[in-house]
Each structure stands twice: as structure tokens, then as C-alpha cells.
């Protein structure tokens, strides 16, 4: 019988660790460049320990502690140590500026913040004294010399394992309810400040229950996570967090995304968690690659691409392949797919989640015909985030797929998307009136999202509604879907479709430099600088017909009739995306004014 009623991430924590014991839980890169293990007990030590010293520290149930840090395994101990003594966890996204944790750290009235390296403290102090309720700060890295308020995490632990009172943590955790407060999660805030959504316990605990319900089997037996999306984003802490740990699997931290591809290949996941743009470099780095392959090499590829496009029906539905079929499949796999889900580190790759933001259809089918499931689902932050998923024997490119159990999805006036279930949020902290605004009278979340429902209950997102654009003719137009297509192409990594209040849409676009300047290198064209290259005619050209044919399947209306290239990379520093990468329009819109306004000279 379990030690702890399952009402927390905290209690199930423990009833794991006593199921699993010494079999490893999770897989870092220690200092030395090798990959180490820490077992269920193991981290359940400094879990207790942690818990003991914020409990001799004198937090309360109830009060908040800031959590600011890369992913790493310390995440999880302290996450699961504010959880496991009742007080609620406040993550920052560890890109974020000094000005944008102090604003979170203020609103959510936290007490305490934890710290992942010496410049999320440097960034934490620099604020410090506009946060007088903060009376501790914990680094998790060594702490090379003493700072006043500040406690490194391994004399955090020796502090915690001193603390007489042992039973304290068990007394702590055992009262918990299920509808307590668990988490204070602040959205991207693409208009005005970020809104900090409360998610309970039974937030978590219900997603987790209705993630493994979608299919039992599937997440069934050992497996091995791949950690590299924020763990401050509600998709990466319940599907790639406290779902394994839910299931009893192992999680390898990777080290940063500059070397996503390098882990990859050293720990191969048997399943993933990740947003589309992952996969979407992926596939457009490959295409890139064969389309300066030798003839023979880009003739065997496109064959093998054909099998892969007649395997969908079997991989989404589940079907043996048979007969003839079977046989070309195999063969495929043998010369061509083998070998590039083993180069890829992806070869041992079961499932892989995506969410975050729309995968496009290209995306999706080119690894599922490699025998690569990729599911793609739905979900928001006030959601915890899963709402909808595909389920893996029923796959449907282009859906989000059905609703989790207890979950009613609806469509609404305007086409949006409604959602009701366990996993909807509590409110937003200290905002009663946003609260009010995103609930209809019987209690369904209003996503902001438009969407459609098929035969078979699988959703299809067909926009957002404050992203709709409406052109000076009248016609509602969602930008979402048309940059996908865009960026389906290899020398499109980044674009914003304009056209609200005009008379026809336009594109802003920053090219896939690594790929256009081998293109260019290959013609004779000059690369000097990027601003140089994107002005050359011959580029100007490329990107003419590279629009043209991925557009080709849109109405009139929706075609990009004019474009400009822009030199640098869109990125959360300079402002135009969100810590999740979404692009901020309004921001978008301001700063590059001018480029728009010459793409429309008779307005």
C-alpha cells in the first residue's frame, strides 16, 4: 500500500521513490563532461534535505519561493521541495531580464528565489533592494565568496540535514490538499506585464492521470526523457517532469540547446518532449544537407522520402505493413532511415510530443514516415497545459487530436475554442477581474484560440483570435498558418505576416543564413555580410520563388504579394519573442515600422 495519498506531485514523489529505490532517476553532465547518474533515493535526500532547511528557515505553507534556472536537475529537488513542505513554486524562465524577475518575484509576493548560476544571481541582487519581502537567496552553483543573504546550495542541504526535527517534512507533506495552491506560473506577456496563473495540485495530478490515459501501453516499460525545453513552461514541468516521474521513467538533462544535437546522440530518448521549431530545424537541416548530396546520394534519398510518404496510413493508423510494401519499407530503412535517426541520436526514439505553438504538416509527416511517432497536442498554461492529443494507434497530421478524458472541448461564438476539465486553472493571482473575463457563465476557459472539431472529435487550431488580421477588403485572415508554410522552406527561419487594416499581406522574413549562405557560396554570390546578401538580386530571387511555392495552395487573398528580408535573428533579447519563442507582433510591428510602411507606398 502507498505510503502517501496521491493529492501531490510531492506524494507521488515519494510513493516512487519507494517503488524505484536505487534504479536511476534522472542523467546530468557532471564537471568533468560525463554523464552521472542520481538514483530515486538519492535525489529523495536532497528533496528531504531541502525541505528541512526551508522548514528551519521558517517557511509556511502557503508562501511563495521564486525559482530562477536553467534546467537542471536542482530544478526538480527544489521544486519538489517547496511542493513536498506545502508552499508554492514561482518559476522564471532563466532568459529573462533583471527588470522582468523582479517584476514576478514583487507580484507573486515571494520570499525566497532560488538561483541557477552565478549570472541568475547577479541578475536576482542587481534588483534586490526594490524586493524587501525577499529574505534569502540560494545559488545552486558554489558560492566563490559570501554575499550578504545568500546561501549556497550545498550548505542549503549540510543546513537540512542538521535539522533535528526530521518528521517535520512527512507532517508537512501528508496535509496537502489536492486543491491547494501548487504553482504561480506568469505567462509570456506579449501585451503588458505577464498574468500569474495559479495552478493547484490537482491541476498536475489530473493531467498526469489524463496523459497516460490517452494510451496506457505506449509510455508502458523503461524509458529515457530528454530534458531541453524550459522547465518554467508548463509543458516541459507536466509532460517532460512530472509525468516520468508520474510512470517511474528517467530524465537526462541536456546541457543547453547549443548542444541538443551532441546529447542527442550521446543518451538516444526513447521520448521526447519538445516545441515544432525543434523539429523543424531538424528536417529543414536535412533537406538542406541532401541538396548538396551527390546525385546517386539525393536520388536514394528522394526514393527513400517516397516510402516515407507511402507509410503514413500504417504509422497513423496503427496498420502492419504487408506484402510488397513491407519489403521496399525495410529496405528503406535499412540505407536510408536507419542511418539517419542514428546520426540524428534519435534511433531508440519511440514517441515525441509536440507542443507549444502549431507543427506543420511537412514537419509532422516527414518523421512519421521515418517510423518516428510524433504526437502533436494542445494546451495553454491556464490549462497545465495538455487539453488535447493524438493518440498514438489514431495519428492525425494538421490535429491536435481529441480531448483528454474529463476534458469538454467546444467551439464558441467566433469559432473559439472551449475548454472545461480538472486541469483549468484556478485564476490568475490578484487579478479577479482577468480571471472573470476569460470564464463564460457555465464555467468553460475561453483559450483565445479558433479552432474546429471533426467526426472523430480531433481538433484542428485554425488561428488565434487577437493574431487574426483584417484586411482594409474585410477579410479575416490567421497569419499562423500561412508562416508556417512559409517556414517549411529551408531558407526561411523566421517570418511575420502583415496585413491588418491593409490592402494585402506582406511578409517580414529573417533568412536561414547557415542555409542561404551555403546557396549563395555555391553560385558566386558574395556573402560579405548578411545585410549584402539579402540585397542581392540572385537571393531576392530564391526567396520569389521559395514564397511562391509554398503558397501555392492558399487563396488569393492570402497570398504574400511583397516581402523584405531582414539581416538578424529574431531572439528574446532584442525583444521580438517570448522565453517560449513566440513573436511578439506588437513589438514586431513597431520596431520594424518602417520597413512595413515602404511595402505599402500608395496607402
Same mark, same amino acid.
Given at each position: 500500500?502507498?505510503?502517501?495519498?496521491?493529492?501531490?506531485?510531492?506524494?507521488?514523489?515519494?510513493?516512487?521513490?519507494?517503488?524505484?529505490?536505487?534504479?536511476?532517476?534522472?542523467?546530468?553532465?557532471?564537471?568533468?563532461?560525463?554523464?552521472?547518474?542520481?538514483?530515486?533515493?538519492?535525489?529523495?535526500?536532497?528533496?528531504?534535505?531541502?525541505?528541512?532547511?526551508?522548514?528551519?528557515?521558517?517557511?509556511?505553507?502557503?508562501?511563495?519561493?521564486a525559482l530562477f534556472s536553467p534546467n537542471r536537475y536542482e530544478w526538480w529537488v527544489a521544486d519538489l521541495a517547496i511542493l513536498s513542505i506545502g508552499a508554492v513554486n514561482v518559476p522564471i524562465y532563466a532568459t529573462n531580464s533583471a527588470q522582468e524577475c523582479r517584476y514576478i518575484i514583487d507580484n507573486s509576493d515571494s520570499i525566497?528565489?532560488?538561483?541557477?548560476?552565478?549570472?541568475?544571481?547577479?541578475?536576482?541582487?542587481?534588483?534586490?533592494?526594490?524586493?524587501?519581502?525577499?529574505?534569502?537567496?540560494?545559488?545552486?552553483?558554489?558560492?566563490?565568496?559570501?554575499?550578504?543573504?545568500?546561501?549556497?546550495?550545498?550548505?542549503?542541504?549540510?543546513?537540512?540535514?542538521?535539522?533535528?526535527?526530521?518528521?517535520?517534512?512527512?507532517?508537512?507533506?501528508?496535509?496537502?490538499?489536492?486543491?491547494?495552491?501548487?504553482?504561480?506560473?506568469?505567462?509570456?506577456?506579449?501585451?503588458?506585464?505577464?498574468?500569474?496563473?495559479?495552478?493547484?495540485?490537482?491541476?498536475?495530478?489530473?493531467?498526469?492521470?489524463?496523459?497516460?490515459?490517452?494510451?496506457?501501453?505506449?509510455?508502458?516499460?523503461?524509458?529515457?526523457?530528454?530534458?531541453?525545453?524550459?522547465?518554467?513552461?508548463?509543458?516541459?514541468?507536466?509532460?517532460?517532469?512530472?509525468?516520468?516521474?508520474?510512470?517511474?521513467?528517467?530524465?537526462?538533462?541536456?546541457?543547453?540547446?547549443?548542444?541538443?544535437?551532441?546529447?542527442?546522440?550521446?543518451?538516444?530518448?526513447?521520448?521526447?518532449?519538445?516545441?515544432?521549431?525543434?523539429?523543424?530545424?531538424?528536417?529543414?537541416?536535412? @533537406?538542406?544537407?541532401?541538396?548538396?548530396?551527390?546525385?546517386?546520394?539525393?536520388?536514394?534519398?528522394?526514393?527513400?522520402?517516397?516510402?516515407?510518404?507511402?507509410?503514413?496510413?500504417?504509422?497513423?493508423?496503427?496498420?502492419?505493413?504487408?506484402?510488397?510494401?513491407?519489403?521496399?519499407?525495410?529496405?528503406?530503412?535499412?540505407?536510408?532511415?536507419?542511418?539517419?535517426?542514428?546520426?540524428?541520436g534519435m534511433d531508440r526514439l519511440q514517441g515525441a510530443i509536440s507542443g507549444g505553438g502549431p507543427l506543420s504538416v511537412s514537419d509532422a509527416e516527414f518523421f512519421l514516415g521515418m517510423g518516428i511517432r510524433v504526437l502533436e497536442g494542445f494546451g495553454l498554461t491556464e490549462t497545465t497545459p495538455v487539453t488535447n492529443g493524438n493518440?498514438?494507434?489514431?495519428?492525425?497530421?494538421?490535429?491536435?487530436?481529441?480531448?483528454?478524458?474529463?476534458?469538454?472541448?467546444?467551439?464558441?461564438?467566433?469559432?473559439?475554442?472551449?475548454?472545461?476539465?480538472?486541469?483549468?486553472?484556478?485564476?490568475?493571482?490578484?487579478?479577479?477581474?482577468?480571471?472573470?473575463?476569460?470564464?463564460?457563465?457555465?464555467?468553460?476557459?475561453?483559450?483565445?484560440?479558433?479552432?474546429?472539431?471533426?467526426?472523430?472529435?480531433?481538433?484542428?487550431?485554425?488561428?488565434?483570435?487577437?493574431?487574426?488580421?483584417?484586411?482594409?477588403?474585410?477579410?479575416?485572415?490567421?497569419?499562423?498558418?500561412?508562416?508556417?508554410? @512559409?517556414?517549411?522552406?529551408?531558407?526561411?527561419?523566421?517570418?511575420?505576416?502583415?496585413?491588418?487594416?491593409?490592402?494585402?499581406?506582406?511578409?517580414?522574413?529573417?533568412?536561414?543564413?547557415?542555409?542561404?549562405?551555403?546557396?549563395?557560396?555555391?553560385?558566386?554570390?558574395?556573402?560579405?555580410?548578411?545585410?549584402?546578401?539579402?540585397?542581392?538580386?540572385?537571393?531576392?530571387? @530564391?526567396?520569389?520563388?521559395?514564397?511562391?511555392?509554398?503558397?501555392?495552395?492558399?487563396?488569393?487573398?492570402?497570398?504574400?504579394?511583397?516581402?523584405?528580408?531582414?539581416?538578424?535573428?529574431?531572439?528574446?533579447?532584442?525583444?521580438?519573442?517570448?522565453?517560449?519563442?513566440?513573436?511578439?507582433?506588437?513589438?514586431?510591428?513597431?520596431?520594424?515600422?518602417?520597413?512595413?510602411?515602404?511595402?505599402?507606398?500608395?496607402?
Amino acid at each position: 500500500m502507498a505510503a502517501f495519498k496521491e493529492t501531490s506531485m510531492g506524494a507521488i514523489f515519494q510513493n516512487r521513490v519507494e517503488e524505484h529505490g536505487d534504479k536511476a532517476l534522472v542523467s546530468f553532465k557532471n564537471r568533468q563532461g560525463v554523464w552521472e547518474d542520481l538514483s530515486w533515493n538519492q535525489l529523495n535526500e536532497k528533496v528531504r534535505n531541502l525541505g528541512n532547511f526551508l522548514i528551519s528557515r521558517g517557511v509556511k505553507p502557503g508562501e511563495k519561493i521564486a525559482l530562477f534556472s536553467p534546467n537542471r536537475y536542482e530544478w526538480w529537488v527544489a521544486d519538489l521541495a517547496i511542493l513536498s513542505i506545502g508552499a508554492v513554486n514561482v518559476p522564471i524562465y532563466a532568459t529573462n531580464s533583471a527588470q522582468e524577475c523582479r517584476y514576478i518575484i514583487d507580484n507573486s509576493d515571494s520570499i525566497m528565489c532560488f538561483a541557477g548560476t552565478r549570472e541568475h544571481l547577479d541578475k536576482i541582487l542587481s534588483v534586490k533592494n526594490q524586493l524587501p519581502n525577499v529574505r534569502q537567496v540560494i545559488i545552486f552553483d558554489d558560492l566563490s565568496e559570501s554575499r550578504e543573504g545568500v546561501i549556497d546550495l550545498a550548505e542549503a542541504l549540510k543546513e537540512g540535514r542538521a535539522y533535528k526535527n526530521k518528521n517535520e517534512f512527512d507532517e508537512r507533506l501528508r496535509p496537502i490538499s489536492i486543491n491547494d495552491l501548487a504553482t504561480i506560473i506568469y505567462t509570456s506577456g506579449t501585451t503588458g506585464n505577464p498574468k500569474g496563473v495559479m495552478l493547484s495540485h490537482k491541476n498536475f495530478v489530473s493531467n498526469v492521470n489524463q496523459l497516460q490515459a490517452v494510451d496506457p501501453d505506449f509510455l508502458a516499460g523503461d524509458h529515457v526523457f530528454l530534458s531541453f525545453l524550459p522547465l518554467a513552461h508548463s509543458l516541459e514541468r507536466t509532460v517532460g517532469y512530472y509525468t516520468p516521474i508520474f510512470l517511474g521513467h528517467k530524465v537526462a538533462f541536456a546541457e543547453d540547446v547549443t548542444k541538443l544535437l551532441e546529447n542527442f546522440q550521446e543518451v538516444r530518448p526513447t521520448f521526447i518532449v519538445s516545441v515544432p521549431r525543434i523539429y523543424e530545424r531538424v528536417h529543414n537541416g536535412i @533537406l538542406a544537407k541532401v541538396s548538396g548530396a551527390p546525385p546517386i546520394k539525393k536520388a536514394l534519398f528522394n526514393w527513400a522520402m517516397g516510402i516515407a510518404r507511402d507509410n503514413l496510413p500504417y504509422i497513423c493508423n496503427n496498420r502492419p505493413r504487408t506484402g510488397f510494401f513491407a519489403f521496399k519499407y525495410r529496405l528503406a530503412d535499412k540505407i536510408i532511415f536507419s542511418k539517419l535517426k542514428a546520426a540524428l541520436g534519435m534511433d531508440r526514439l519511440q514517441g515525441a510530443i509536440s507542443g507549444g505553438g502549431p507543427l506543420s504538416v511537412s514537419d509532422a509527416e516527414f518523421f512519421l514516415g521515418m517510423g518516428i511517432r510524433v504526437l502533436e497536442g494542445f494546451g495553454l498554461t491556464e490549462t497545465t497545459p495538455v487539453t488535447n492529443g493524438n493518440k498514438p494507434t489514431r495519428i492525425k497530421p494538421g490535429t491536435v487530436g481529441p480531448a483528454v478524458k474529463d476534458t469538454i472541448c467546444k467551439i464558441g461564438e467566433g469559432g473559439e475554442l472551449l475548454i472545461k476539465g480538472p486541469q483549468v486553472m484556478m485564476g490568475y493571482y490578484k487579478n479577479d477581474t482577468a480571471t472573470k473575463e476569460v470564464f463564460t457563465k457555465d464555467g468553460f476557459f475561453r483559450t483565445g484560440d479558433i479552432g474546429e472539431i471533426d467526426e472523430d472529435g480531433y481538433l484542428k487550431i485554425t488561428g488565434r483570435i487577437k493574431d487574426l488580421i483584417v484586411t482594409s477588403g474585410g477579410k479575416n485572415i490567421s497569419p499562423q498558418n500561412i508562416e508556417n508554410s @512559409l517556414q517549411a522552406s529551408p531558407f526561411i527561419e523566421q517570418v511575420a505576416v502583415i496585413g491588418d487594416n491593409r490592402k494585402y499581406l506582406s511578409a517580414l522574413i529573417v533568412p536561414s543564413f547557415e542555409n542561404l549562405e551555403k546557396w549563395a557560396s555555391d553560385r558566386g554570390v558574395s556573402t560579405d555580410s548578411h545585410r549584402e546578401l539579402i540585397s542581392n538580386d540572385k537571393v531576392v530571387a @530564391l526567396f520569389e520563388k521559395e514564397i511562391e511555392e509554398h503558397m501555392r495552395d492558399y487563396a488569393r487573398v492570402e497570398q504574400i504579394r511583397k516581402f523584405t528580408l531582414l539581416d538578424s535573428l529574431w531572439t528574446q533579447e532584442t525583444g521580438e519573442l517570448t522565453p517560449t519563442l513566440k513573436v511578439k507582433r506588437r513589438v514586431i510591428s513597431q520596431k520594424y515600422s518602417r520597413h512595413i510602411d515602404a511595402m505599402y507606398p500608395t496607402e
